[in-house]
């Protein structure tokens, strides 16, 4: 197709002008390798998660969400019991895995923001909340890529986290005033706020570290 | 090592491989990452994205094309996708910022050529945007384009004419630079 807008000296010209639109510094190959790499390894066990390990999982997390989500495994509410073998099918038990991970996903990425700010508060910020936001960062993703997302309202809310922990994952151990930005973020889009509401009444499910 | 054997090796676990495979389309990958997100965190954060889906859909590319066409696919998606979260959630602190902002007219100067330019690859549609960049910025071929996006060859190449266009009229105040 010829425009009638083409002409030559125009577009060598744009050409050369657009070479300093967002011109790439060089690649940080190894920097970049070494998250990748990490990220890989930490990735395995979770695709190497077993059918036999949901099913424990689930019947585990059962004993200790208690009424709370009992409807949830139940399947309308008459009655699931305690030992875990009377889940009803494969779904109700998917959806009951997925809701524990969600809650624990939750509380700890609950702790971690209260954490982050309260450190901030004291005029620091220690090394060790970047690497834990990119551990809840991939959970994060995890969330985003699996079901329990299905929920319009707490994929929103899984997309704010994942923004905000990319942000803090960045962060350099002198950005103080850049951490300051995140907090500020934070605040104006109620992202704690949010994450406190989800997060359902009653006790924490025990902790299945690396099940998600 | 060629590229079936590289794959291969990656597949059967090979580290090394791994790395061999990185090294060969980061720079790439990278680049238009940049390009298009404007940001370094952002270009790393989708870079990396991009590798990690690469590696663990490995067993799914079939070699019907270039692993750079794949992986280039993979990048378009992860970085436009990642972009469109970033802007709603930007918007949705703009508003905030407007909600508590009443009656604040900023003032600004008269934005330079680079500063103009910027602005209206900026403005420019999605799909206008990234032919455009990945053509006549980042070198692509229009097949490479047009594989990447999931579109016709001509789909891209009417889309760079209508960028172009529009970049024209854009910035029309400055048509001495190249008509001279």
Known sequence: MIDQHEDPRFEQWLKDAAQSYHAPRPTPRDELWARIA???RRSVPVLALRPWARWALAAAAMLVLGIGIGRWS??????ASPNGTAVANDTTNRDL????AATQYLSRTEAFLTGFRADLRDGQVSPRFTGQARDLLSTTRLMLDSPAADDARLRLLLQDLELVLVQISQLQSNGVSDADLITQRMDRSNVLPKLRSAIPAGPVPVRFEGAL | MDERELIHRVRAGDGVAARALYDA??????RLAYRLAGDDALAQDFTQETFIRAFSKLDSFRGDSALSTWLHTITTTVVLNGLRKVKRFHTREADLDEAGAVGVTPRESEPDLKTRFARAIDALPEGYRTVFLMHDVEGYTHEEIGAALGVETGTSKAQLSRARAKLRVALADFAGEWAT
Do not use: F, I, S
């Open chain 1, 38 to 40: 990490e990220r890989r």
């Open chain 1, 74 to 79: 139940a399947g309308g509410g008459d009655g």
């Open chain 1, 97 to 100: 895995l997925y809701h524990v």
């Open chain 2, 25 to 30: 389309h980061v720079d790439r990958v990278y």
